[in-house]
């Protein structure tokens, strides 16, 4: 649920406004941050809380005594620098910084490939940020190097198969999942194997423009296609096998005017590399390449309030996308019916498997200019795990799923339910296997669910149970007890066709997030 406004207000006054960290005041600038990170169990408590400016936000990160780029802030330094603060502003010794930033600084992910486009063309109609402006620059020219289609995500390439064993039969090296290894990143597959040159080459590659762009330049097939099998019960049913191809994304440094005046940018400092080839290279690596430098950017005025928005690389996501845990959302309607999300927060260690190509920039400073003074400002440095993303979707449901809960409170995706057709009534039953002590029905998407009965042994437990995005409905049950479900859902809008790897990711959230609910039994 994040801080409470009451939890807020104590600190914001306690630290006057203040970043607790660095001690300028920063106003409306600054962020309540957990010092013991929620998915380390950390509380949305007072004693958790600290006041941050949005550089130290990012700088505070994950601690890591072995950081190859400095060590971030430990919980008990951020305590300390805290509690220390607290203290100088209860005996009003408060002075004043010499630093004043001008610009508020942010990264942001773009991972859509339709806003991608859009960026590229000139278009920030849709860009997370008060009146942008987009610089032109190396990267921006890369990007726009990069043939269009090449940021398409092309519709998938399905082959049907009438059982595994022709599945298998067909593909002797493929590696099949067993429940425990499936667990948080496979629930939805079955099966995963590594497409051999041709298939890419002659099938893959024609399909989908970033495994031609990689194939060209020599990408190991391992880094660019997977390919996986999983039981579809959508209408008629029937085992398939898709393909899923490294996306590409689109990183961007945001910077807004809040000097309360007008602005002009000459240049951006960092470690450059300039390349007008693929380049292919690992995120994470050693910059071994680059140098630092200034690069010279066209004299642009930013009125206050305005952002630039300045493209720093082109990259290539991983094969298992990662997993973004948010600290906040929001979400946009847009005109072509689809949704765009933003998201604050950081990704998973599926962050090691992001690869750039061509041009990038790692900002350390911007150039700037006030009237005749040229001034630099600081940027906090990139961090994967402190960041805004931009995705986009559709609002439309599926069906629900069922999980088993065993005895040590872990779940298990079992399969779709009632998944032939919309708004018909279907039964499901099964038998409890051994360790399993609940049943869990969980409605993922935007429609509603209908549990119209659910029977254990023959005796009704559940009736009528209505659910929508979000909700859960757990039932208690013991070894080799026959159940028996019958239901129905009902899409808030017309289904449309879920690739499988947007399901699998619905349930993969799911199951990280380990979290179920009890309703109250209706008979």
Sequence with gaps: MGFSVKTKQKVLTKSARHCCVCHRYKGVKVEVHHILP???????????????????HCDAGHYNPNHPRGTKFSSSELKMARDLWYSMVRSNDIQPHSESDQFYCRYVLCKDSDAMKEIVSGDLSNFPANNPLLVKNPVLQFMASIPKDNFEVADPIQREFATKSEYQHSHPTVRIFEPPERGINYPYFEASRTPSSDEVRDAIAPRFGVARLLHEHGVPIAEIAEALMFHDVCGDESIRETVRVRPLWGLFLVASNVSNGLLNLDAIHGELELSEDLSYRELNRKLERTHIGELPLPRMAVPDGASIVIPIATAIGPLQEATVDASRSEFMDLPTGAYQRVIHGKLSERKKAISLVGSAINPTALVLRSGNLQTRQTVHTLDIDNMYIVDRGFEAGSCPHLFLEYRTSRLVYIQELWAHSPRVEQQHELVVPEGATAIVIAELEFEITRVARIEVNGFVEFKDIY????????????ERDHVVLVGSYDPVVEPITKAPWTKNNLIRDFLSSQHTSTLSSHT
């Design 38 to 56: 929620r998915s380390e169990g950390g509380e949305d408590t007072e004693e958790n809380a600290i006041v941050l400016c949005f550089d130290c």
């Design 467 to 478: 659910l929508s995005k979000g909700e859960e409905l757990r039932v208690p049950v013991s």
